[in-house]
T-cell receptor
Framework: EAGVVQSPRYKIIEKKQPVAFWCNPI?????LYWYLQNLGQGPELLIR????????DSQLPKDRFSAERLKGVDSTLKIQPAELGDSAVYLC??????????????FGPGTRLTVL | GEDVEQSLFLSVREGDSSVINCTYT??????LYWYKQEPGAGLQLLTY?????DMKQDQRLTVLLNKKDKHLSLRIADTQTGDSAIYFC????????????FGTGTRLTVIP
């Protein structure tokens, strides 16, 4: 079974440019998460999808960040315009269930963004 | 709010036991987890414990939970060089949400 796939693995852009990250979750996983991991920190949730619905986007900076999961499968996270402080690793994770009992989250390798 | 704290670094000699500690503040944690992150890789779930348990053992890994003190530990027996990585403690809160709250991570270095 393939794991969570993310692309690109690395991205270098100049500030004020737009950037997009793509995630393909594990087949059959209904819940998809985007996390931000700053250097030397643990991941922090940006947004959680259950199928195509964003059920928790309270930590997503909506002035410049947007996300979509149109068909309830793969997802795109966009930043426009990027700022220097956005340099970080963006992690995608997926889990089979949508609520209630424990559901293991499987993480992708992440996209390392550098904003110059 | 949720606050999960860990010490930043730990060094052990190969073959010794490692103990990584974590404290958390939210008493309504449902599950507590230990994740491993190797360089350039995503997080890998090592083990988890339900909040009504106080110990869980899985091969070389032993998790201890002191709910009164809100303290979680991960013991790795017979630590190997392949165990060198960053270890994250995380908690989930409530029964309806799957959101994880992570600590800052502990970098474990195993000295051959």
């Amino acid at each position: 079974e393939a794991g969570v796939v993310q692309s690109p693995r690395y991205k270098i852009i100049e500030k004020k440019q737009p950037v997009a990250f793509w995630c393909n979750p594990i087949s059959g996983h209904n819940t998809l998460y985007w996390y931000l991991q700053n250097l030397g920190q643990g991941p922090e949730l940006l947004i959680r999808y259950e199928n195509e619905e964003a059920v928790d986007d309270s930590q997503l900076p909506k002035d410049r960040f947007s996300a979509e999961r149109l068909k309830g499968v793969d997802s795109t996270l966009k930043i426009q315009p990027a700022e220097l402080g956005d340099s970080a690793v963006y992690l995608c994770a997926s889990s089979r269930g949508t609520s209630g009992v424990y559901n293991e989250q499987f993480f992708g390798p992440g996209t390392r963004l550098t904003v110059l | 709010g949720e606050d999960v704290e860990q010490s930043l670094f730990l060094s052990v000699r190969e073959g010794d036991s490692s103990v990584i500690n974590c404290t958390y503040t939210d008493s309504s944690s449902t599950y507590l987890y230990w994740y491993k992150q190797e360089p350039g890789a995503g997080l890998q779930l090592l083990t988890y414990i339900f909040s009504n348990m106080d110990m869980k053992q899985d091969q070389r890994l032993t998790v201890l939970l002191n709910k009164k003190d809100k303290h979680l530990s991960l013991r790795i027996a017979d630590t190997q060089t392949g165990d060198s990585a960053i270890y994250f403690c995380a908690e989930s809160i409530g029964t309806g949400a799957n959101n994880l709250f992570f600590g800052t991570g502990t970098r474990l270095t195993v000295i051959p």
